[in-house]
């Protein structure tokens, strides 16, 4: 989601309560404390975020990548992971932003000098977005995709993919291009044969809080596809809140709802999901340590 659009965000309503912990610790593996913490005319203050970031520890989950959509929140994740033990960033142009025109030489070779920093550890969130924005755009947007892979595989870091509307698109980039080492697919939003396309090139799904919703079977049966080392979990917060707290402000600490509904679809034991997922994102962005 890209930071102009997050006045239209699931920021309605109060906060819901914490779930149940986690038996055995998970990860969010995307997320946006800037908007879900502070909001689009804002940044939070650091006691926000920590605070923030200690409800997600409680419930069992420990570790956090937070990742830029422009060039300031970008920064602004760069300076997070690099003062909280926690959390990793991720640096990037939205395809959105970069559609509207915001992808300039200027703002590229400030990604790339944000990338090389020691904790920033994917390039993302980047990819296509064929529904936000309009064909005049898709030019810019390809342009940029192609640029942050570039910037992935310099620093060899993961690349993270927003992908929207644009399945086929997406792959012919990575294929053109060649994908980084890591090449995870952020808020898999495909049906089973998609799924099964990027499962074989051996990218990684990650399932938000849309894995839960009453409409979402194909999500479902793609996650049941998914092989348990190919597979993260995120909140995208503060949007796409799991069922059934849909309509109200997502966060990292609501995670488990999503762990336990994958837990359920892919019939795997809660405590080896949480595993398998804490093991998957450290492959993937490396050790918080």
Known sequence: MSRSASSRANRRGEPPPSPEPLPAPAVDSHTHFDIAVGGEDRHPTDAEVD???????????????????????????????????????????????????????????????????????????????????????????????????????????????????????????????????????????GDASFARRCIDRGYV??????VTFGNAGYLREAAALTPLDQLLVETDAPFLTPAPLRGRPNSARLVPHTVRALAEVTGTPLEQLCAALTANAERVFGSWE
């Open 205 to 210: 799904l990650s399932f938000a809080g849309t």
């Open 51 to 189: 605070e923030e970031i200690a409800a997600a520890v409680a419930v069992g989950v420990p570790r956090l990548v937070q990742v830029g959509v422009d060039v300031e929140s970008s920064r602004w994740s760069a300076d997070l992971a690099a003062r909280h033990p926690n959390v990793l960033a991720a640096v990037a142009l939205h395809p959105n932003e970069a559609g509207a025109g915001a992808a300039s030489e200027t703002a590229l070779t400030e990604i790339d000098r944000l990338a090389a920093q020691p904790r920033v550890r994917a390039v993302g969130e980047t990819g296509l977005d064929r529904y936000r924005t309009g064909e005049d755009g898709w030019p810019a947007q390809e342009a940029s995709f192609r640029a942050h892979i570039d910037i992935a595989k310099r620093h060899g870091i993961a690349l993270v993919i927003h992908d929207r509307d644009a399945h086929d698109d997406v792959l012919r980039v990575l294929k053109d291009e060649g994908a980084p080492e890591q090449t995870v697919l952020h808020c898999f939003s």
